[in-house]
């Protein structure tokens, strides 16, 4: 046995952090290692000791040496790449150090997807038909996966059910391959439509044992990565649960696994057969769902068998209790296909209930970029029953203050409470078949409610900071004077909604506030006019149809906002406390606390769900720089990979123009219809922001038009 006093984490942000907070509660030391654009990290501030990493995270040598030079006695690679990396085990162990995890032989051979296969195969786990030989299927068959063979974390994997796309898939595999793991090799393998991901979580010391600590499910996933996981699968009973694990520790002991694992098995949901799918040799994001039910610390683990202990305990002293549901809280956009996203989190303070775990690697005012992973946060739920876990963990994220960034918490939460999630219906093609709501739709009144609350907010700020009479209530004048205005812009997911928000202080302390939309959307056909800026907030426009907040539940929607025969509400308004940080309005029947964050010129504002962000809006206007009519823009920042076409060319609807990559992501602009290139923008090899002009593209309809006139 070894003692480990000072442990060195060779990992980022939430992983880091995860780690750190165990290794404290051991007693350990704790040393952080940062590249240039996490300098200002959490993880970075709370670390006892942090070396700079000139080369990033990946430069093996560099890691070593900072442990080395920290005076570390072990190294937790965390869960990234580094953890499935021998060459690294071996430097570290060369180095007089303790390695954290499996024996470099385990790793190099579950590394290997086809390794792992044949080994599996060996042990008498159940594989899926495959091929080596890409250009030949053989008995594989189609719909089937490219794979890539050093892959993990969805990259370097194509689902391909046409042969004609095979190639292509094939092309696109071994580029991020390449980039992500310093291997293009890649396989193929029969798809499964309906089926489950199942992993089992084991753990093996350097004394002969090895057990599983049950199952998790993760079949809820967008290109090929989880995103909500949960222990015990509603698809697994007593028996089953008996055989994957059976499965799962005959594999690792005819390898000698020595530390925590998970076996991945794909589970047919029609047949209830199970097939081996890849080990991976190292922690996975997941598993504080097996943690929540079973009360086993998995960190604590992996560091005592790491110091030569022995677990202590068996199979049959393994119990678990209740259900456990996990979220992974992305900067990305679902209703754009989930592309990631950038920016500053203005905005960041998880709710104090329902009590959830939130393992993060972010705080307010952390820059989300292009370099690493955009996960924000890991949020689990664990309960008595299922249907708690998830409905827990579907009101902790709603009622999580964050702001800047775009972000998938809307969509987690609808599937958290869809009816299929809550019956168990999730297989891997959960997203596609499911369908859940991808962005958050506003009704007209709670455009209006927002906007009220947005002007209260900042009427009493404004108060906060008056040189004189500070005491003296907002708007009060002698005589009796036009109310004050406030011109917003609430932000949806298809554009802004402008809000014009007049309001008078009474005697009483309240305002009387009426909220109306500044360009009323036309109702069946209708325009209703909300009335010219001079007129009395008190006094609807001539003709306009009367006030009133009772919105049609599921009426049509016009630019993402649900649309009513309305123009405008009016109320006493009154604010109940305020704080640099929040309010508590009562306005038009309602009472609603806001979290609220002042981010330049704009409001993030969380109520009783979501989070909205509402802008000011400036008296002048800058004018429109919008690319021009054809103007196709990057939907992500990134580098352009290819270029597939030249300007003049005639294409189909579909094909691909231009192929970039963000966050080692390969996306496909494509033509949405046929149609002529008329300019290229961009090259191979150029770094592009978000909304960059690429090409200009004519529809094949303008063309034939433009002919014509010429004719």
Known sequence: MRGIGTLLVANRGEIARRVFRTARAMGMRCVAVFADADSNAPFVAEADVAVRLPGGYLEVDAVVAAAVEAGADAVHPGYGFLAENAGFARAVTAAGLVWVGPGPEAIETMGDKLAAKAAAEAAGVPTLPSSEDPGDPGDVGFPLMVKAAAGGGGKGMRLVSDPANLAEAMAAARREALGGFGDDTVFLERYLRRCRHIEVQILGDAHGSVLHLGERECSIQRRHQKIIEESPSTAVDDALRAAVGDAAVRLAQSIGYCSAGTVELLLDDDTGEFFFLEVNTRLQVEHPVTEEVTGIDLVREQLRIAAGEPLGYGQADIAYRGHAVEARLYAEDPASGFLPAVGTLAAFSPPAEPAVRWDSGVEAGSEVGLDFDPMLAKVI?????????????????????????????HFLVAALRSEAFLAGDTTTDFIERIDPSRAATLTLAECWQTAVAAAMWLQAAERQEARTLRWMPSGWRHGRLPPERAELAVETAAGPVEVRVSYRPQRDGSFTARAESAEQPAVDGVEATAGSPEESAEQPAAGAVEATADMAAGSPGVGGVEQADVVGVEAAATVATWSPNGLDLKWDGRRVRYAVTEDGERLHLTGDSETVTVAVVPRFGAPDRGLAAGGFAAPMPGVIIEVRVT??????????LVVMEGMKMEHHVTAPCDGKVVEVLVNPGDQVDNGSPLLVFEAAEASAAEDSDGG
């Open 381 to 409: 739920a664990h309960a008595p029953t299922r249907a708690e876990a998830a409905g827990r963990l579907a009101l902790a994220l709603e009622r999580l203050h964050i702001g800047g960034v775009t972000t998938n918490r």
């Open 647 to 656: 300007p003049g060319e005639q294409v189909a609807g579909g094909s691909t």
